[in-house]
C-alpha cells in the first residue's frame, strides 16, 4: 500500500498545488495550502509503516505547525479584508514592479 | 698647421639664449604692463586695442641686448673660424657637454660639432643675423611688441646655430623644430591679424609633415646603423649601408621630406609665401638667408647618405629643379613685392636642392652663402621700401596696401640707397658677372648639366634645361620687381609722396654691408677655370676654388663615394661647350633679359593696386593665383582632413562608441524593465513562477 | 643629502608616510574651518611633496630593483601583506603625484567654494589611493587602492562638476569599475594558480611573478588585466569616459585625473600585465592589437581633438592620443619604448596638467571653455598666454621640452621593432600641431573683439607659483631628461629582459632581485596564520 | 479488503481534493476539504495511524475547518463567486505545470515499492510491535516527551508567536 | 567546559541564547502590558520595551559566546553545537539587536504594539538559532516556521497600511506554499534515506543504502524551499513586494537576519547532508545564482524606490550568496558567514537611514526625496554612502572583503563563470547605489523638503556600524578566522561521516 499512498499523496499534493494557481479567494488558496500540507502527511503516514513511528510524529508537528499558520494566515486574511473589503488575491496588486 | 681648439663654442649658441631670456623677460614687462592698459582702458570704456607705447628704457634695452647678443656670437664664431682656418682641421672637433638622452637603448650626446660646414653656417648666421638685427632695430622702432620680437629673434638665431652645430641628428632635430618654433611665433609675431596668426600656423603644421620624415629618418638610421651622431652614421654608413640600398634611398627620401618641408621645396612650399605676413627682416633672416635653408645644409650634412642613395639624389635634384621652374612662375605674376621674393626664395632654393642633388655638395653651400647675401638685402630693401610706404600711407590714413608694387613706381628718387642696393642684388640674383649669384648659379646649373649620378644622366640633362629656363625666369621677375617698384612714376599718390622717405642710417648700413658682399660674396668660390678665363676678370677674382676646398673635409668621403661608383661629372654640357663657354652664354642670356623685361615692364602702363582688377588671360590667371596649389590642398588635403576629423568625432566617437556605451546602460535599463514586468504584482503569479521553478529544478535533478 | 636622509632613517618610514600622511591631513581638513581647510590640504600636500624628494636620493638606480621595500601581515588567512616599495618607475610615479595634488590643491582655491572641506578632504584620500597604487608589492593592496581612488573623483566630479557631472561621474566610475572588477576575477585566478603550485597563498607581486600558466590562461588573464588598465589609460575605443569626465570635473579633478590617474592604468602594464603574462603579452596577436590601438588612438583622438569647440575637451582628447604613444611604446617592449612611455606619462602630467590649469583659470575668468568665446588673450594675459604656450608646445613634442623626449624614445622603441606602425605613430607629430595650434591662436591670437576678454585678468601670484614648477620641468625635462631616465632603467631592463625572455627563470631573479630578503622575513608569520 | 478500503478512500480523497479546487461557493470547497480531510483520516487508520486519524478528525477536520468557516461567515464571504476560479490560459498553463510536477513525482513514487531500502526495514510489523508496546498513543507520546523534547517545545514557541501574530493582527483598532 | 549531550540537562545548557530569549520574549510581552496600564508616552514605551529586548539579546549573546568556550562530548542530538551555528548565531543576534535599535522612532511614530513588535523579534530569532543548529529536519522545519510566522506577522503588523496588509498576505501564502514544498521535500528524503538527522541522511546516501530517486526528488522540493527563503531567482518574486510593503523595521530584520538564518540552514542541510550529491544539484544552485545575480540586479536599475531598490539588491546580494552555496566549499562556506554579517550591517544601517529619510514612516522612498539628503545631514549622508559602498561591494569596506572571499569560494571550486557573473553584475548594481548616492550629494535639495529627524541613538547605532564595516573593510582577519573555524567545523563534521573525498 505505501505505493499508493504515496502515489495519492503526490496526487493530492499537485491538485493542491493546482489551487493554489487558479483560485483568487485567498482563504480558498490557503485551503488548497492546507490540502498539500495533508498531503505531505499521508507521504509521513505512509512511510511511517516502515520507517518508524517517527513518521507519525512529524504528522502529529505538522498539524501544529499548520494550525498555527491558520491562526495567523486567517489574522492575516481578516487584516487585509479590513483595507481592500476583498480576500481575491488579484486584487492585492499596490505593490508590484 | 696648428690643432684646431674650439673656443668657447657653447657660448655661441648660448648668448642668443641668454638674450632670448633677457629681452624675453623684458617683453613679459611690457606685455603685463601693456595689458594693465588695456584693462584699465576697457574699464573706461576706451575699446583702443594694441599695446600701447613702452617706456623707453624699454626700448632701449632690447636694442643693445638683441643685436649685442648676435653680435657678441658673430665675433666668437669668427674667432674660432680663424682659428679653424689656420688649423687645417680634418676630423670634426666635437664638444660634448652633457648626456641629453641616456637609456639603455640609445644614447645621445648634448655635443656640438664644429667643423667646416658648420662654421661656415655659423657665420652666415651670426653675420646676416647680426645685420638683420641692426635693420631690425630700425625696422621695428615703432612696434609695441619691440622686446618680444628680438626675444624671438635671438631664440630663432639660438636654434639655427644649434640646428648646424648640433653633433647628432636628433641634435639637428632640435633646432629644426625650434627653428620652425620662432618661425610659427615670428610670423605670427602680429598675431591680432588673423590672417597672419594662421600663416604662421600654416608654416608650422607644414614644417611639422617635413619634421615628420626627419624623424623617421632618424629612427631608419639608428635601427640600420646603430647611431644618431653624425661620427657614428657617417662612418658606419659607407660600411652598413649599400650603394644604391633601399636602406639608404629610403632614409634619405625620409630626410628629404624634412628638408623639403624646412627648405620649401614642392609640395611642402606652400607655407613660405604665406610666411611673409612676419616682419620683413624677419623674412630676410628666416625665410631667406637662414632657416630656409637648412634643408640644404640637412643634405650636405648628410652627403655621404646621399651619395650612396643615387636615387635619393636624384630625386632631391628633381624636386628642386621642378620647384625652382614652378615658383619662378609664380613670382613672375604676383604684385605683393614680398611675395615676389617668397616665390623667388621658393625657387632659388630650388637651385640649391639641384645642386646638392646632383652631388654638387659645396656649389650648393655655395649658393646658400651669396642667396644669404643677395636675398636677405633683397629682403631688407624691401623692409625699407614697406617702411616708408608705411610711413606715407599712414600719415594721410590711407588704406593701400603698403606692399603691393602696383600702389609704388618711382621710388628711387626718394630711397636712392634701398634702389642701389637692391639693384645690386637683383643683378646678384639675376646671375650677373660679376656678382655673387653669377658664380654660384652657374656652378650649379653647371653641375646638374653635368651629373650622369647612378644612370640618372638623362634625367640631370631635362633638370639642367629646366634650371636654364628657371635662371631666365629669374632675370624676368626681379627686373619686374625693381622696375614696378623704383622706375616710372610714383603711384602712390600726391600727398602720401612727399611723406616717402630713405630709410634710417640704422637700417641703410646693413643694407649696404649686404650689397657689397653681394658684390663680391662670389669671389669665394670661383672656379679655376673661370679665374683664368676673361670672367676671371683678367686674373683679378681672388680665391679659386676657396670654399671647394674649405669644405674638402666634409664633402670628401661623399665626393669619393660618388666618384667610385658614379664616376666624375661630364666635362661638357649636354649640348656641348664647355663650363666657361656656358657661363659665358648664361650671363649673356641674363643680361639680355634683364634688358628686354626692363624695356617691357617700363612701357606698360600700371594702374594702382585699386584701379587694376585681377590679371586677365589663362596663363596670367593661373599664375597670379599661384596654380591654384593652394585651393588644390585646401580641397585634397585640408578639407577632407577637417571633414575625416568631424566624422571620427561626431559619428565615431558620439554616435558609435559613446553611443554603444550608453546604449549598453538602456539596453540592460530596459533588460531591467522588462524583467519588471512579471512582478506583477499577483500573488498567483508568483506562485505560478514558484511552481515552475520547482518543476524546472525537480526536471533538472529528476531528468 | 644622503646622508640627512639616513640620519633620519628615511628608507624605514618614507613610504608608509607617503601613504598615510594624506589620510591624516583629511582628517585635519575635516576638522578645521570651511575657510581654513584649503591652507589645510595645500600644506598638507605641500608637506607630502617634500617628503617625497627625498626619495629621490634615497633610491639608488644601481642597487635592487625593488627598494625601501616592507612588508607585513595583512589579511593573515588570505596571505595577503600590506608590502610597499618602489622601484624606478613608481619613483617617478610618485614624484608626479606628489607633486601634482599640492598643485591641484592650489589651483583649487579660486574655483571650490562650495563644501570645501569635503572637498579636500577628498583630494587628500585621493592621494593616498594614488601614492598607495604607485607603492603596492601587494596585488591585493594595489587592487584597493586602485578602485579606492574610484570614490573620491566620483564625489568630486559628481559633486564639484560642471553641467553634466553627474552622467560624467557615474560614467566614469562604471566604465572603470567594469574593468576591474574583471581584473579582480584575475587576480584572484592567479592567485589560486600560484597557490596550486604549492607554496603559501600570496598576493606578493613577486611571489606571483613566474606563476606557470599555459599560454590560453595567460591570454585570458592578460584580457582581463589588460581591459581593466585599458580603460584607465584609456586605449581606443574605451576611452569614451575620458572626455566626459574631464570636461565635467572641476579644475583640480580634471588635473589629477590627467596628470596621474590615467598613469594608473599604463603603469599597471608595466608593473603587471608584462610581468606576469610575458608570453600573452609578447604574443604576436595581442602585440599586434595593442600597436594598432596605440595607433589609431594616437591619429584618431588627435583628429577628434582637432574639431571639438570645449577647450577642455580637445586637451582631454589630446590626452587619449598622447597615452597611445605609451601604448605603443610599452608593447614594443624595448628598453627605448618603455623608458619613451614613461617619459610621455611624466611629460603628459606636466603638460596636461598645466593646460587643465591653464584652461581653468581661463574658465574662472571668463565662466566659458568654448574657444569661439575666446580670442586675442596673449594682449591682456601674456603671463598666462606664456604658460600656456609652453604647455602646448610640450603637449605637441617640441624638441627642449619634456614631451619631445618621450615621444622621441617610445617612437624610437617601436620603431626598432614595429618599423611601420611606428612611422605611423609619427605622423601624430603633425596631428598634434593639427588640433593644438588652432586651439592655441583661437584663445591667445586673433583680435581681443570682445569687451568681456578684454577685461580678463593675467595669472596672479597664486597662479604663477602653480605653473612655474609645472613650466619649469617641462623644460628641465626636455633639456636634460637623462636623471629621470637613469633611474628607471633598471626597471624598465628587467622588464624587458624578462618579458622579451618569456618569463625565463634567469631574467626573473634578476626581477626579483631586490624583494628577496623581503620576502624571506615577511614569509614566515603568514606561513604560521594559515595553518590553524 | 484494506486494498479496497484504501482506494475507496483514495478516491473521496481526490474528489474531495478537485472539489476542493473546481468548487466556486467558499463553503461547498471547505465541505469538500472536510470530506477529504475524513478521507485522509481514514487511510490513517487503514496506514495504522489510528492515533492521528483521531487528531485528524477532530483537529483538523473539525477545529481548523470551523475556523476556516467562522473567517468566511465573519468576511461574508459564503456566496458564488463566478470569477473567483481562473480560467483560460493562466489556468491552462497551470494545469499543464502542475500536472507536469505530478507526473514527475508520480513518476519517482512509482518506482518505491522495488527499492531495497524498503526490503531490510522492519516494515508494518515494526510499528505493530512499537504499539504493542506503548499502546497507541504511548507509542507517539513517548518519543515526544523524550527524543523530541526539543521540537516540541519549539512548538510551544511556534504556538506563542501564533498566539501573539495572530491577536496583534486580528484585533481592533490600532 | 565539556558537556555531555547525551544529559537533557546539559542539553538545556546548549540551547541557552535560545532559552534566554525566549524567556526574554516573554518578559517583554508581559512588561508590556503593564506599561501599556502605566499609559507612558509612545516612544518611551517603545524605548523600554525595546531596552528590555535588547537586555534579553544581550543576555543571548553571553551565553553564545559562553558557548564558544564549551566543548561538546558525546553523539548529539539534534541540536548541535557547533562553530558554525554559533557563528550564525552572532549574525542573527546582531541582525535582531540592530533592528531593534533603528526602530524605536519608527515603532513609536508609526503606533506599533512595541511589546509584541519587539517579543516577535526575539521568538524569531528563537527560530534561526535552531535552525542554524539543528541537524534534524524537522526540528529545522518548525524553526523554520517559527521564523516565518513571525516574519509574516511582522510584515502585516502596520495595520494601518494597506501595503503592510498586502505584504502581509502576499508572504502568508506564497510562504506558506513554499512551506508545503519543504515539508514535503522533508518527506521525501525521509522516505528515501530512512532519517531526517543530516549526518545519517549523508551516510545513507553516500553508501547508496537509500532510495535515491526519492532523495533527489526530496533533496529538490527541499530546494525549492529554501529557495523560496532565501529568495533565490525563479523563487524570488515575492521578495519585492513584501520588503516594499512591509514596515521598515521588519524589512530590515527579513532582508538581513531572515535571510541570514535561511541560508545558514541552507548550507547546512546541503552540505552537511547532500555533499555526496554536490554533482546533481550544484549545477540547479549555479542557475539559480546566475539567475539571481542578473534578474536581481537588471531589475534594480528601473527601480526609483528606493526601498523597493533595496529589496532586489538584497535579491542580488542573496545571488553572490548562492555562488558561495554552489562553490560548496570549507572557503565558500566560510565567506558566506563572513558576507551575512557583513551584510547584515550594511543593510541594517541602509535601512536605518531610509526609515530616517522616510521620517520613520512608509512615505518619501522615492530616490528623488534624497536629495541634498548629504547637504542637510552631512553625518548621516556619510554614513549612507559608506553603507551603499558596502553593499556594492567597495575596497574600504566589508563589503569588499565578503565578495572577495566569496568569490575566493567560488575559484576554490573553479566557478569562474560564476565568478565572472559576479563581477559584472557588480558592476550593475554600481548602477544604482551610485544613483541614490548622486542624489544625496549631488542633487539640491527641493524647497520646502522637510529636514530629517534623526535621533541620536539611531545615529549613534549607523555610526557603530559604519565603524564596524570599515574596519572590517581594513581589518578583517580576525573575523576572517572566526568564519574559517567555525566552516571548518562544519566541514570537519563533514569528513567524520565519510565524505572526505567530495571536500575539493
Redesign the interface.
Known amino acids: 500500500m505505501l505505493t499508493e499512498a504515496l502515489v495519492l499523496s503526490a496526487i493530492l499534493f499537485v491538485i493542491g498545488t493546482f489551487g493554489v494557481l487558479v483560485r483568487r479567494n485567498a482563504i480558498i488558496v490557503f485551503l488548497c495550502i492546507e490540502l498539500q500540507v495533508n498531503a505531505v502527511n499521508v507521504s509521513f503516514v505512509a512511510l511511517s509503516r516502515y520507517l518508524g513511528i517517527d513518521g507519525q510524529l512529524f504528522v502529529f508537528f505538522v498539524m501544529t505547525v499548520a494550525a498555527a499558520e491558520n491562526a495567523v494566515g486567517l489574522a492575516i486574511i481578516i487584516s487585509i479584508f479590513r483595507h481592500y473589503q476583498t480576500v481575491d488575491v488579484d486584487n492585492f496588486n499596490l505593490l508590484k514592479w | 698647421m696648428t690643432e684646431f681648439h674650439p673656443l668657447l663654442p657653447g657660448l655661441i649658441p648660448l648668448l642668443p639664449l641668454l638674450g632670448f631670456l633677457g629681452n624675453g623677460m623684458l617683453?613679459?614687462v611690457a606685455?603685463?604692463r601693456?595689458?594693465a592698459e588695456?584693462?584699465a582702458?576697457?574699464?573706461a570704456g576706451k575699446?583702443k586695442?594694441?599695446?600701447l607705447a613702452p617706456p623707453p628704457w624699454m626700448r632701449g634695452l632690447p636694442s643693445w641686448i638683441g643685436p649685442g647678443a648676435i653680435g657678441a656670437a658673430f665675433l666668437l664664431t669668427l674667432m674660432n673660424f680663424v682659428g679653424m682656418a689656420r688649423s687645417g682641421l680634418e676630423a670634426p672637433a666635437i664638444v660634448r657637454y652633457?648626456?641629453?638622452?641616456?637609456?639603455?637603448?640609445?644614447r645621445i650626446e648634448?655635443a656640438l660639432q664644429l667643423d667646416q660646414l658648420s662654421m661656415i653656417m655659423m657665420l652666415v648666421i651670426t653675420g646676416v643675423g647680426l645685420l638683420i638685427h641692426v635693420f631690425s632695430v630700425g625696422y621695428m622702432r615703432e612696434d609695441p611688441g619691440y622686446a618680444r620680437y628680438f626675444a624671438y629673434l635671438n631664440l630663432f638665431v639660438f636654434f639655427m646655430l644649434v640646428l648646424v652645430m648640433g653633433a647628432s641628428f636628433?641634435l639637428m632635430?632640435?633646432g629644426?623644430?625650434?627653428v620652425g618654433?620662432c618661425s610659427?611665433l615670428l610670423i605670427?609675431f602680429w598675431?591680432?591679424?588673423?590672417e597672419k596668426?594662421?600663416a604662421?600656423?600654416k608654416a608650422?603644421?607644414v614644417n611639422?609633415?617635413g619634421?615628420?620624415g626627419f624623424?623617421?629618418a632618424?629612427?631608419?638610421l639608428?635601427?640600420s646603423l646603430g647611431a644618431v651622431d653624425y661620427a657614428g652614421v657617417f662612418g658606419a654608413a659607407p660600411e652598413l649601408l649599400a650603394y644604391g640600398g633601399s636602406t639608404a634611398t629610403a632614409i634619405t627620401l625620409f630626410l628629404l621630406i624634412g628638408a623639403a618641408g624646412k627648405s620649401a621645396q614642392i609640395p611642402l612650399y606652400v607655407w613660405l609665401p604665406d610666411a611673409m605676413a612676419g616682419p620683413t627682416p624677419v623674412s630676410a633672416l628666416i625665410h631667406a638667408a637662414t632657416m630656409v635653408t637648412a634643408g640644404v645644409y640637412l643634405v650636405v650634412r648628410a652627403s655621404v647618405l646621399f651619395a650612396l642613395a643615387p636615387a635619393g639624389s636624384a630625386t632631391v635634384a628633381a624636386i628642386g629643379a621642378a620647384t625652382a621652374l614652378f615658383a619662378a612662375t609664380i613670382a613672375l605674376q604676383q604684385y605683393d613685392i614680398k611675395k615676389v621674393l617668397a616665390y623667388s626664395t621658393v625657387s632659388q632654393l630650388g637651385f640649391m636642392f639641384m645642386g646638392v642633388g646632383a652631388g654638387a655638395y659645396v656649389a650648393g653651400v655655395f649658393h646658400l652663402v651669396t642667396h644669404a647675401f643677395f636675398k636677405g638685402l633683397l629682403f631688407l630693401g624691401a623692409g625699407a621700401v614697406i617702411h616708408s610706404m608705411h610711413h606715407a600711407l599712414h600719415a594721410t590714413h590711407k588704406d593701400w596696401d603698403a606692399q603691393d608694387m602696383r600702389n609704388m613706381g618711382g621710388l628711387r628718387h626718394k630711397m636712392p640707397v634701398t634702389w642701389v642696393t637692391m639693384g645690386i642684388a637683383t643683378l646678384a640674383i639675376a646671375g650677373i658677372w660679376p656678382f655673387a649669384g653669377f658664380f654660384s648659379k652657374d656652378e650649379i646649373v653647371w653641375y646638374a648639366g653635368a651629373a650622369r649620378t647612378g644612370g640618372y644622366g638623362a634625367l640631370f640633362t631635362a633638370l639642367w634645361g629646366v634650371a636654364l629656363v628657371a635662371a631666365v625666369l629669374t632675370a624676368i621677375y626681379m627686373t619686374r620687381l625693381m622696375v614696378m617698384t623704383f622706375y616710372g612714376s610714383n603711384r602712390t599718390g600726391e600727398r602720401e609722396a612727399e611723406h616717402l622717405h630713405e630709410a634710417p642710417l640704422v637700417m641703410t648700413i646693413p643694407l649696404s654691408i649686404l650689397a657689397v658682399l653681394s658684390l663680391f660674396g662670389g669671389w669665394l668660390n670661383v672656379p679655376a677655370s673661370l679665374q683664368e678665363s676673361v670672367f676671371g676678370g683678367f686674373g683679378l677674382l681672388p680665391m679659386s676654388d676657396w670654399l671647394e676646398r674649405w669644405l674638402e673635409p666634409v664633402t670628401e668621403l661623399a665626393q669619393e663615394i660618388h666618384l667610385s661608383h658614379a664616376g666624375g661629372y661630364a666635362t661638357a654640357s649636354p649640348l656641348g661647350g664647355g663650363a666657361v663657354l656656358w657661363a659665358g652664354i648664361a650671363t649673356g642670356v641674363a643680361l639680355v633679359t634683364v634688358g628686354l623685361t626692363f624695356r617691357s615692364v617700363s612701357k606698360r602702363g600700371i594702374r594702382p593696386a585699386s584701379e587694376s582688377g585681377a590679371p586677365v588671360g589663362v596663363v596670367r590667371g593661373l599664375l597670379y593665383h599661384k596654380w591654384y596649389v593652394d585651393e588644390l590642398y585646401d580641397r585634397v588635403f585640408v578639407r577632407p582632413?577637417?571633414g575625416?576629423?568631424?566624422i571620427?568625432?561626431r559619428w565615431?566617437?558620439q554616435i558609435l562608441?559613446?553611443g554603444s556605451?550608453n546604449a549598453v546602460?538602456s539596453v540592460?535599463?530596459a533588460?531591467?524593465?522588462f524583467?519588471?514586468?512579471?512582478?506583477?504584482?499577483?500573488?498567483?503569479?508568483?506562485?505560478?513562477?514558484?511552481?515552475?521553478?520547482?518543476?524546472?529544478?525537480?526536471?533538472?535533478?529528476?531528468? | 643629502m644622503t646622508a640627512l636622509l639616513d640620519a633620519v632613517g628615511y628608507d624605514a618610514w618614507a613610504l608608509h608616510a607617503l601613504v598615510w600622511v594624506p589620510v591624516l591631513g583629511a582628517i585635519a581638513v575635516v576638522l578645521s574651518s570651511e575657510e581654513r581647510s584649503k591652507n589645510v590640504a595645500f600644506w598638507c600636500s605641500a608637506g607630502v611633496f617634500v617628503l617625497s624628494l627625498g626619495l629621490w636620493w634615497a633610491f639608488d638606480s644601481a642597487g635592487p630593483l625593488f627598494q625601501l621595500a616592507t612588508r607585513t601581515v595583512w589579511i593573515a588567512p588570505w596571505g595577503v601583506s600590506y608590502a610597499l616599495g618602489i622601484d624606478g618607475i613608481s619613483l617617478m610615479m610618485v614624484l608626479l603625484t606628489t607633486l601634482t595634488l599640492p598643485l591641484a590643491i592650489l589651483g583649487s582655491f579660486q574655483y571650490i567654494r562650495e563644501r570645501r572641506r569635503a572637498f579636500y578632504a577628498l583630494m587628500l584620500l585621493l592621494e593616498t589611493a594614488i601614492v598607495g597604487v604607485f607603492v603596492a608589492m601587494d596585488l591585493f593592496l594595489f587592487y584597493v587602492f586602485f578602485e579606492l581612488t574610484l570614490i573620491p573623483m566620483y564625489f568630486i566630479v559628481g559633486v564639484w562638476g560642471g553641467e553634466r557631472r553627474i552622467y560624467a561621474a557615474v560614467k566614469f566610475f562604471l566604465f572603470t569599475a567594469l574593468g576591474s572588477l574583471l581584473m579582480l576575477v584575475g587576480i584572484l585566478y592567479l592567485y589560486f594558480r600560484a597557490r596550486a603550485g604549492g607554496g603559501a597563498p600570496s598576493f606578493y607581486i613577486l611571489d606571483l611573478l613566474g606563476t606557470p600558466l599555459t599560454i590560453a590562461e595567460q591570454l585570458w588573464l592578460f584580457a582581463a588585466f589588460a581591459l581593466a588598465f585599458a580603460i584607465k589609460v584609456p586605449i581606443f575605443p574605451l576611452h569614451t569616459w575620458l572626455p566626459d569626465a574631464h570636461v565635467e570635473a572641476p579644475t583640480p579633478g580634471s588635473v589629477v585625473l590627467a596628470a596621474v590617474l590615467l598613469k594608473m592604468g599604463t603603469y599597471g602594464f608595466l608593473r603587471f600585465v608584462l610581468p606576469f603574462f610575458p608570453e600573452a603579452a609578447s604574443h604576436p596577436t595581442v602585440v599586434a592589437w595593442m600597436l594598432a590601438l596605440g595607433v589609431i588612438g594616437i591619429v584618431y583622438a588627435a583628429w577628434v581633438a582637432a574639431v571639438q569647440p570645449d577647450a577642455k575637451k580637445l586637451v582631454a582628447y589630446s590626452s587619449v592620443a598622447h597615452m597611445g604613444f605609451v601604448v605603443i611604446g610599452t608593447f614594443a617592449l624595448t628598453v627605448n619604448g618603455l623608458q619613451g612611455g614613461l617619459m610621455v606619462m611624466l611629460s603628459h602630467g606636466l603638460s596636461t596638467g598645466a593646460l587643465f590649469l591653464l584652461i581653468g583659470m581661463l574658465y574662472e575668468r571668463r565662466h566659458t571653455r568654448l574657444i569661439s568665446d575666446f580670442g586675442g588673450l596673449a594682449r591682456v594675459a601674456p603671463l598666462l598666454a606664456t604658460a600656456f604656450v609652453v604647455a602646448a608646445l610640450t603637449s605637441i613634442g617640441v624638441p627642449g621640452t619634456s614631451g619631445f623626449i618621450g615621444e622621441f624614445l617610445s617612437i624610437l622603441g617601436t620603431f626598432e621593432r614595429y618599423p611601420v606602425t611606428a612611422v605611423v605613430a609619427t605622423s601624430g607629430v603633425i596631428f598634434a600641431a593639427y588640433y593644438m595650434l588652432p586651439m592655441v591662436q583661437r584663445i591667445f591670437f586673433n583680435r581681443l573683439d570682445r569687451a568681456e576678454n578684454q577685461r580678463v585678468n593675467d595669472l596672479s601670484g597664486r597662479e604663477a607659483v602653480i605653473l612655474a614648477p609645472l613650466v619649469a620641468l617641462m623644460i628641465i625635462l626636455g633639456a636634460y631628461p637623462t636623471p629621470v631616465l637613469s633611474r628607471m632603467e633598471p626597471a624598465v631592463r628587467a622588464i624587458v629582459e624578462y618579458v622579451g625572455s618569456d618569463g625565463e627563470a634567469g631574467a626573473l631573479a634578476e626581477l626579483a632581485r631586490g624583494g628577496a630578503e623581503v620576502r624571506a622575513a615577511a614569509i614566515a608569520p603568514i606561513a604560521r596564520a594559515r595553518t590553524p | 479488503m484494506p486494498e479496497i478500503l484504501f482506494y475507496v478512500f483514495a478516491g473521496t480523497a481526490v474528489g474531495g481534493a478537485v472539489g476542493v479546487v473546481l468548487q466556486r461557493n467558499p463553503v461547498g470547497s471547505l465541505l469538500f476539504m472536510v470530506g477529504t480531510l475524513a478521507s485522509i483520516a481514514g487511510i490513517f487508520v487503514l496506514l495504522e495511524a489510528q492515533f492521528l486519524a483521531a487528531i485528524q478528525l477532530m483537529v483538523y477536520a473539525g477545529a481548523i475547518m470551523v475556523l476556516f468557516l467562522f473567517v468566511i461567515m465573519l468576511l461574508n464571504l459564503g456566496h458564488d463567486y463566478r470569477a473567483d476560479l481562473k480560467r483560460g490560459l493562466g489556468a491552462f498553463l497551470a494545469f499543464a505545470v502542475t500536472g507536469a510536477l505530478g507526473g514527475l513525482l508520480v513518476g519517482q513514487l512509482g518506482g518505491v515499492g522495488e527499492n531495497p531500502l524498503y526490503e531490510y526495514l522492519p516494515g508494518p510489523g515494526e510499528l505493530d510491535r512499537v504499539f504493542a508496546a506503548d499502546g497507541i498513543v504511548g507509542a507517539i507520546a513517548r518519543p515526544l516527551f523524550t527524543d523530541y523534547v526539543v521540537p516540541f517545545e519549539l512548538v510551544g514557541i511556534l504556538l506563542l508567536v501564533a498566539l501573539i501574530g495572530a491577536v496583534a493582527l486580528a484585533k481592533k483598532g490600532g | 567546559m565539556t558537556l555531555q549531550l547525551a544529559s537533557s540537562a546539559n542539553l538545556a545548557l546548549v540551547l541557552l541564547p535560545e532559552i534566554v530569549l525566549s524567556v526574554a520574549a516573554m518578559v517583554v510581552l508581559l512588561a508590556s502590558v503593564r506599561i501599556q496600564k502605566a499609559e507612558a508616552d509612545a516612544t518611551d514605551r517603545a524605548r523600554s520595551l525595546g531596552g528590555l529586548a535588547l537586555a534579553g539579546l544581550l543576555a543571548a549573546a553571553v551565553a553564545n559566546g559562553w558557548l564558544h568556550w564549551v566543548s561538546p562530548e558525546g553523539e548529539p542530538g539534534m541540536i548541535t553545537l557547533d562553530a558554525f551555528g554559533l557563528f550564525a548565531n552572532w549574525v542573527f543576534l546582531l541582525g535582531a539587536a540592530l533592528t531593534i535599535l533603528v526602530s524605536f522612532p519608527y515603532v513609536a511614530r508609526q503606533g506599533l504594539q512595541p511589546g509584541e513588535f519587539y517579543a516577535l523579534i526575539l521568538l524569531a530569532t528563537v527560530g534561526m538559532m535552531i535552525m542554524a543548529g539543528t541537524t534534524n529536519l524537522i526540528l529545522l522545519f518548525l524553526a523554520l516556521e517559527t521564523m516565518s510566522i513571525a516574519a509574516y506577522v511582522l510584515t502585516a503588523f502596520h495595520r494601518g497600511e494597506r501595503k503592510s496588509a498586502e505584504a502581509g498576505i502576499k508572504y502568508f501564502i506564497l510562504g506558506a506554499f513554499s512551506s508545503a514544498f519543504l515539508l514535503y521535500g522533508i518527506a521525501l528524503v525521509w522516505g528515501g534515506a530512512g532519517t531526517v538527522d543530516l549526518r545519517e541522511i549523508a551516510a545513507t546516501v553516500e553508501a547508496g543504502a537509500g532510495f535515491n530517486g526519492l532523495v533527489l526528488a526530496g533533496m529538490g522540493l527541499l530546494g525549492v524551499g529554501f529557495a523560496f527563503k532565501v529568495g533565490a531567482a525563479p523563487f524570488h518574486m515575492w521578495t519585492p513586494d513584501v520588503y516594499e510593503g512591509a514596515p521598515s523595521p521588519s524589512t530590515a530584520f527579513m532582508a538581513a537576519a531572515v535571510k541570514a538564518a535561511s541560508f545558514a540552514a541552507f548550507l547546512r542541510v546541503f552540505t552537511e547532508a547532500f555533499s555526496s550529491l554536490y554533482e546533481s544539484w550544484y549545477p540547479v544552485v549555479w542557475w539559480m545564482a546566475a539567475l539571481t545575480m542578473v534578474v536581481a540586479n537588471l531589475i534594480a536599475l528601473t527601480q526609483s524606490n528606493v526601498k523597493r531598490m533595496l529589496a532586489y539588491s538584497s535579491l542580488a546580494h542573496g545571488g553572490y550568496l548562492l555562488v558561495g552555496v554552489a562553490s560548496a566549499n570549507e572557503i565558500a562556506t566560510a565567506s558566506i558567514l563572513f558576507y551575512l554579517l557583513v551584510y547584515t550591517i550594511m543593510t541594517l544601517g541602509a535601512f536605518g537611514v531610509l526609515m530616517i529619510v522616510s521620517e520613520h514612516g512608509e512615505s518619501r522612498f522615492q530616490v528623488e526625496d534624497y536629495a541634498g539628503f548629504g547637504a542637510s545631514q552631512p553625518l548621516l549622508g556619510v554614513l549612507f554612502t559608506i553603507f551603499l559602498l558596502s553593499l556594492a561591494g567597495f575596497p574600504g569596506t566589508g563589503g569588499f572583503m565578503g565578495k572577495i572571499f566569496l568569490l575566493q569560494g567560488a575559484a576554490e571550486s573553479h566557478l569562474w563563470t560564476l565568478a565572472v557573473i559576479l563581477a559584472l553584475t557588480t558592476v550593475v548594481s554600481y548602477y544604482y547605489y551610485l544613483r541614490v548616492a548622486w542624489y544625496v550629494w549631488m542633487r539640491p535639495a527641493p524647497a520646502g523638503a522637510l529636514a530629517a529627524w534623526a535621533p541620536v541613538s539611531v545615529t549613534a547605532v549607523l555610526m557603530g556600524c559604519a565603524g564596524v564595516l570599515i574596519f572590517l573593510g581594513i581589518f578583517p582577519s580576525g573575523l576572517l578566522n572566526g568564519a574559517l573555524t567555525a566552516a571548518h567545523g562544519l566541514w570537519l563534521r563533514g569528513l567524520d561521516a565519510g565524505l572526505s573525498g567530495l571536500v575539493r
Open positions: 617683453a613679459l606685455g603685463v601693456g595689458a588695456l584693462r582702458g576697457a574699464g575699446e586695442l594694441g599695446e652633457w648626456d641629453w638622452i641616456s637609456t639603455g637603448g640609445i648634448a636628433p632635430f632640435v629644426w623644430e625650434g618654433l610659427y605670427g598675431f591680432e591679424d588673423r596668426a594662421d604662421g600656423k608650422f603644421i611639422r609633415i619634421d615628420f624623424l623617421v632618424i629612427f631608419l639608428f635601427t582632413l577637417l575625416a576629423s568631424r571620427a568625432w565615431v566617437d562608441i559613446d556605451v546602460g540592460f535599463k533588460l531591467g524593465w524583467g519588471s514586468l512579471f512582478q506583477t504584482g499577483q500573488v498567483t503569479t508568483y506562485a505560478f513562477v514558484l511552481t515552475l521553478g520547482a518543476l524546472a529544478v525537480l526536471g533538472a535533478l529528476l531528468l
